[in-house]
């Protein structure tokens, strides 16, 4: 039950994929933002014939190649279920990928026309010095570098199912260990987002009572012991809730179950909130940054240097970030204030 309850909450639109798989499927939403346009000069559509491996004379065929639009004209969306295919030259525009490629197309433009068209060839040059480790959801629809308009080179970023750490996970310990070690970031962000189908699915009842498990579970685990002993309001009475719904069912009441809770329940947010501060804590308690705050108190001629990990948590329908105001940092040192909003 408890994968099927997270297969109808996270993947809508493809509904045979596996649940594993659908958490990091992208949303309709998101991908319907970027639709594609047209290439916009003739030595783009060149490369863009040549990229496809289509001959000029099979890339005018409209039913290989959509028509070239005047570069005046904004490009209508490709219909989304038609894929451009050519069974005589066997090129395939499956157009999910061909809106990646001209969404490239448009990165490169903007930075092209941008006050800093060398950035990126400069990034590559001299390294990254990112001020920012972010940890945020594999979820499609919180595009960290989107969100913040972030230029390339800072945010370094790392992501997983509703944005955990933990010691015991290799890539957590790696990523943490260079930003702080190596990058020398300034701040590690904790990044939840409401909505996110893992901290949902950690509400339903764990998968020893439904017969399913599998890694997803597993990962979300550290979640759901939050559910089941957090003291705050609205996830005691949403618990205590489930926990009738369920007698109720062993007693037969088969009409009743125990659904994923909606984007809007205050319970739900409460457990995004949450999981980001437990993982701010298991952050701050990580070899690695205790370590770095040791080596710190060791030197002080290095105070003012020290990292500061942050809570923070995004809104799915609104773009707004707020701070949970639970940053912690070097043992002494004041914690910076943020011009987020703040929500505890
Ligand atoms: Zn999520």
Wanted: hydrophobic share 35%; charged share 20%.
């Amino acid at each position: 039950m408890l994968l099927a309850a997270v297969r109808a909450q996270l993947r809508p639109h493809h509904p045979h994929a596996p649940a594993h798989l659908a958490l990091l499927l992208r949303s309709c939403s998101s991908s319907s933002s970027n639709s594609p346009s047209s290439p916009s000069s003739p030595n783009k559509t060149a490369t863009w014939r040549k990229l496809n491996r289509i001959p000029t004379s099979a890339a005018l065929n409209p039913e290989i190649n959509p028509p070239i639009a005047d570069t005046s004209t904004p490009a209508p969306a490709p219909a989304p279920t038609t894929t451009t295919a050519s069974k005589s030259t066997g090129s395939f525009f499956p157009p999910e990928i061909e809106a990646l490629y001209r969404g490239n197309q448009r990165f490169r433009d903007a930075i092209a026309a941008s006050p800093t068209p060398n950035v990126l060839r400069d990034l590559a040059k001299q390294g990254q010095r990112p001020p920012f480790l972010l940890l945020d959801c594999s979820d499609s629809r919180v595009g960290e570098q989107v969100i913040f308009s972030a230029e390339p080179g800072t945010l370094f970023t790392t992501g997983n199912v509703a944005n955990q750490f933990h010691e015991h996970d290799l890539n957590s310990k790696a990523v943490l260990a260079y930003a702080v070690e190596a990058l020398r970031v300034k701040h590690v962000i904790v990044m939840g987002h409401y909505g996110c189908g893992g901290v949902a699915a950690a509400t339903l009842p764990p998968p020893a009572e439904t017969g399913g498990g599998g890694p997803v579970d597993e990962w979300i685990s550290p979640i759901r012991r939050i559910y089941e002993t957090s003291q705050r309001p609205e996830i005691v009475r949403h618990r205590e809730r489930r926990k009738l719904e369920l007698e109720l069912k062993k007693e037969g009441e088969n009409a009743v179950t125990s659904p994923l809770p909606h984007l809007h329940d205050p319970a739900f947010r409460a457990l995004v909130e949450e999981n980001v501060k437990a993982n701010v804590q298991r952050i701050a308690r990580s070899a690695v940054i205790q370590n770095h705050y040791a080596s710190l108190a060791a030197h002080p001629e290095h105070t003012g240097t020290g990292v500061f990990i942050h809570g923070w948590v995004y809104d799915i329908e609104t773009g707004e970030v707020a701070d949970l105001d639970v940053t912690v940092g070097p043992p002494g040192q004041k914690v910076p204030v943020t011009p987020f909003p703040t929500r505890t």
